[in-house]
């Protein structure tokens, strides 16, 4: 049997996120279309509604299966051990960031455990994983709409909204579409 391990293979652009399903996700893509219709677009328009939970990492594509069934089972063995809840703690707003701010250890410790999955480490440098959880909804945007892109989230965003989370691991195309490899039900 051949190491497909070893191959020359292409190497693709990855990330995993935490992506709110349900009431608040369709509050938050609302708050996106609306700002970037009246404010212009900013940074946070790059990407769908989301929680980063790791950097950008180049990996083999023919390495996927490995990454996906490493992840899989930090998934069941946190959620076997674990009930996995992620807090909306505030809606804030920063200079030049707004944002929910979110709290979840135990999802930060199923990323640290597929992080440490001994196969994986061979095919990749320390893997950046984040510690501050939140979801963008606004930043690298002009000064000069700070005060109606605030005004905005807090008329259109409720952080009591109804939602369920998801763990998707994402594949980045280098025209910046995306494609969902895998998701699993966070709660």
């Known amino acids: 049997?051949?190491?497909?391990?070893?191959?020359?293979?292409?190497?693709?652009?990855?990330?995993?996120?935490?992506?709110?399903?349900?009431?608040?996700?369709?509050?938050?893509?609302?708050?996106?279309?609306?700002?970037r219709e009246?404010?212009?677009?900013?940074?946070?328009?790059?990407?769908?509604?989301?929680?980063?939970?790791?950097?950008?990492?180049?990996?083999?594509?023919?390495?996927?299966?490995?990454?996906?069934?490493?992840?899989d089972r930090a998934y069941i063995e946190a959620k076997?051990?674990?009930?996995?809840?992620?807090?909306i703690e505030q809606l804030t707003f920063k200079e030049n960031w707004y944002g929910l701010e979110l709290q979840c250890d135990r999802l930060k410790q199923l990323i640290a455990n597929f992080a440490q999955t001994e196969t994986l480490a061979k095919y990749f440098d320390k893997l950046r994983l984040?510690?501050?959880?939140?979801?963008?909804?606004?930043?690298?945007?002009?000064?000069?709409?700070?005060?109606?892109?605030?005004?905005?989230?807090?008329e259109t965003i409720d952080i009591k909204a109804n939602v369920n989370w998801e763990l998707r691991f994402y594949q980045k195309n280098p025209d910046w579409s995306w494609k969902c490899l895998q998701s699993w039900a966070i709660n």
């Open 130 to 154: 984040k510690d501050w959880l939140h979801l963008s909804l606004a930043y690298d945007f002009n000064s000069e709409h700070e005060t109606q892109l605030k005004q905005l989230a807090i």
């Open 38 to 71: 009246l404010y212009g677009a900013n940074s946070a328009h790059k990407y769908m509604p989301h929680c980063t939970l790791t950097g950008f990492f180049n990996a083999k594509l023919d390495l996927i299966p490995v990454y996906l069934e490493a992840l």
């Open 80 to 87: 076997n051990n674990h009930f996995l809840e992620i807090e």
């Open 1 to 35: 049997m051949a190491n497909c391990y070893g191959s020359r293979s292409p190497l693709g652009s990855f990330i995993i996120y935490a992506c709110p399903v349900g009431e608040l996700n369709k509050q938050i893509e609302k708050y996106f279309d609306l700002s």
